[in-house]
Protein backbone atom coordinates (compact mmCIF):
# COMPACT_ATOMS: atom_id res chain seq x y z
CA UNK A 1 0.00 0.00 0.00
CA UNK A 2 1.31 3.50 -0.96
CA UNK A 3 1.72 5.57 2.18
CA UNK A 4 3.97 8.55 0.43
CA UNK A 5 1.71 11.01 0.28
CA UNK A 6 0.81 13.42 2.17
CA UNK A 7 -2.05 14.61 3.71
CA UNK A 8 -2.88 18.38 3.97
CA UNK A 9 -3.26 19.98 7.44
CA UNK A 10 -7.29 20.32 6.49
CA UNK A 11 -7.60 17.22 5.42
CA UNK A 12 -10.32 15.59 7.65
CA UNK A 13 -8.67 11.85 8.08
CA UNK A 14 -5.29 13.72 8.95
CA UNK A 15 -7.36 15.81 11.90
CA UNK A 16 -8.93 13.04 13.17
CA UNK A 17 -5.85 10.68 13.02
CA UNK A 18 -3.96 13.99 15.17
CA UNK A 19 -7.39 13.63 17.61
CA UNK A 20 -6.96 9.99 18.14
CA UNK A 21 -3.06 9.91 18.65
CA UNK A 22 -3.66 13.62 21.29
CA UNK A 23 -6.36 11.76 23.25
CA UNK A 24 -4.54 7.97 23.21
CA UNK A 25 -1.25 9.79 24.32
CA UNK A 26 -2.50 12.72 26.25
CA UNK A 27 -0.79 15.31 24.57
CA UNK A 28 -3.52 17.61 23.81
CA UNK A 29 -1.10 20.32 24.66
CA UNK A 30 0.52 19.96 22.02
CA UNK A 31 -1.85 19.66 19.35
CA UNK A 32 -0.98 22.82 17.98
CA UNK A 33 2.39 21.88 17.12
CA UNK A 34 1.66 18.35 15.72
CA UNK A 35 1.96 18.46 11.47
CA UNK A 36 2.14 15.77 8.58
CA UNK A 37 5.82 15.55 9.24
CA UNK A 38 5.45 15.26 12.77
CA UNK A 39 7.19 11.73 14.01
CA UNK A 40 5.54 9.23 15.66
CA UNK A 41 7.80 6.44 16.60
CA UNK A 42 10.73 7.48 18.54
CA UNK A 43 9.35 11.04 17.70
CA UNK A 44 6.57 11.17 20.19
CA UNK A 45 8.17 10.07 23.55
CA UNK A 46 4.49 8.93 24.77
CA UNK A 47 4.33 6.44 21.86
CA UNK A 48 5.72 3.38 23.44
CA UNK A 49 4.44 -0.53 21.90
CA UNK A 50 1.48 -0.45 24.20
CA UNK A 51 0.28 2.79 23.69
CA UNK A 52 0.76 1.98 20.09
CA UNK A 53 -1.56 -1.08 20.10
CA UNK A 54 -4.05 1.43 21.91
CA UNK A 55 -3.62 3.99 19.29
CA UNK A 56 -4.75 1.39 16.23
CA UNK A 57 -7.57 -0.36 18.21
CA UNK A 58 -8.92 3.75 18.00
CA UNK A 59 -8.33 4.06 14.56
CA UNK A 60 -9.72 0.86 14.04
CA UNK A 61 -12.74 1.94 15.58
CA UNK A 62 -13.03 5.39 14.38
CA UNK A 63 -12.52 4.72 11.08
CA UNK A 64 -13.97 1.09 10.60
CA UNK A 65 -10.84 -0.02 9.31
CA UNK A 66 -8.90 -3.24 10.27
CA UNK A 67 -5.16 -3.20 10.58
CA UNK A 68 -3.44 -6.20 10.38
CA UNK A 69 0.12 -7.16 12.54
CA UNK A 70 2.39 -7.18 9.45
CA UNK A 71 1.07 -3.30 8.81
CA UNK A 72 2.72 -2.26 12.27
CA UNK A 73 5.88 -1.05 10.09
CA UNK A 74 8.05 2.20 10.62
CA UNK A 75 7.33 3.51 7.34
CA UNK A 76 3.33 3.50 8.28
CA UNK A 77 4.29 4.76 11.60
CA UNK A 78 7.51 7.23 10.32
CA UNK A 79 5.12 10.64 10.58
CA UNK A 80 1.47 11.82 11.42
CA UNK A 81 1.43 12.01 7.84
CA UNK A 82 2.36 8.55 6.87
CA UNK A 83 0.05 7.17 9.22
CA UNK A 84 -2.97 9.38 7.86
CA UNK A 85 -2.38 8.33 4.50
CA UNK A 86 -2.55 4.86 5.82
CA UNK A 87 -5.84 5.32 7.36
CA UNK A 88 -7.16 6.94 3.86
CA UNK A 89 -6.10 3.90 2.29
CA UNK A 90 -7.54 1.42 4.21
CA UNK A 91 -10.53 3.33 3.80
CA UNK A 92 -10.61 3.44 0.45
CA UNK A 93 -10.26 -0.55 0.92
CA UNK A 94 -13.38 -0.39 3.04
CA UNK A 95 -15.69 1.73 0.62
Known amino acids: MDTTQSPDHTDTTFVEVVDAVVTVL ?15 LGGIPELDSLSLVELVVVLEERFGIAIDDSEFTGEVFDTLGTLAAFVTGKQQLVA
Open 26 to 40: GIEERRDSLTTSTGL
